[in-house]
C-alpha cells in the first residue's frame, strides 16, 4: 500500500510553516475518518450476526440463509478491520514523520522555529476551529516542549560560541604577547652573549 502520507523533506521558510502544517493536520484528520468509517463498518457487521442470531421467530432455512450472509458480513467486516488496523499504523507513522519533519526544520533557524511553535500552539488552543484527539493534542505538545528545549539548546549554543571566537581571539592576543616577550628575551639573551 503506497504512503501517500510521508513528508517530503525539502527547503522551507517561515511563510511555508502554517499551510505545511494545515496539510498535515488535513491528511491526519483524513485518516482519523477513514478509521472510524472502518470501525462502523465493522460494528455494523457485529450488529447484524446479534441479529440473526436472537431472532427466534426465523425458520430453519432462514437462519441458515441469514447466517451464511451474516458470515459474509464479518469476513467483509474483518477486511475492513484489517484496513483500520493498516491506516491505524500510517496514522501513527504519519504523526512521527511529521514530528520528526517538523524538529529538523527547525533546528538552525529560530525564526522558523517560532512560527512552527505559533501554529501548533494554535492547534492545541483549538483556534483553528479543528477538534483533536487527545493524543494528537498531547504529542502537539511534546512537540512544543521539544521545540522550546531545542531553541533554548540552539541559543545557548550559540551564545558558547561566540564566547569560544571571543576566547579564541584573546588567545591568538596573547600567544603574540608571548612570541614577542620570547624574541625579546633572545634578544636580550644575545646582548648579554656579547658582552
Do not use: W
Amino acid at each position: 500500500m503506497k504512503n501517500e502520507y510521508s513528508i517530503k523533506f525539502e527547503k522551507i521558510s517561515v511563510e511555508d510553516v502554517p499551510q505545511i502544517i494545515r496539510d498535515r493536520m488535513s491528511k491526519t484528520k483524513e485518516l482519523k475518518k477513514r478509521i472510524e468509517e472502518c470501525e462502523i463498518k465493522v460494528h455494523d457487521a457485529k450488529q447484524g450476526v446479534i441479529d440473526v442470531v436472537g431472532d427466534k421467530k426465523l425458520s430453519q432455512k432462514q437462519l441458515i440463509e441469514n447466517l451464511q450472509t451474516s458470515s459474509l458480513r464479518l469476513a467483509n467486516a474483518q477486511e475492513e478491520s484489517m484496513k483500520a488496523h493498516i491506516l491505524s499504523f500510517e496514522y501513527f507513522k504519519s504523526l512521527s514523520e511529521f514530528s520528526k519533519f517538523l524538529l529538523n526544520v527547525s533546528l538552525n533557524d529560530i525564526a522558523l522555529n517560532r512560527a512552527i511553535m505559533e501554529e501548533l500552539n494554535g492547534y492545541i488552543q483549538g483556534d483553528s476551529g479543528d477538534e483533536l484527539s487527545d493524543y494528537i493534542k498531547q504529542e502537539m505538545v511534546d512537540l512544543v516542549n521539544e521545540l522550546n528545549e531545542r531553541q533554548d539548546i540552539s541559543k545557548r549554543q550559540k551564545d558558547l560560541t561566540i564566547i569560544v571566537k571571543e576566547q579564541a581571539s584573546t588567545i591568538e592576543q596573547l600567544k603574540k604577547r608571548l612570541d614577542n616577550c620570547e624574541n625579546e628575551l633572545k634578544m636580550i639573551k644575545q646582548s648579554i652573549n656579547n658582552c
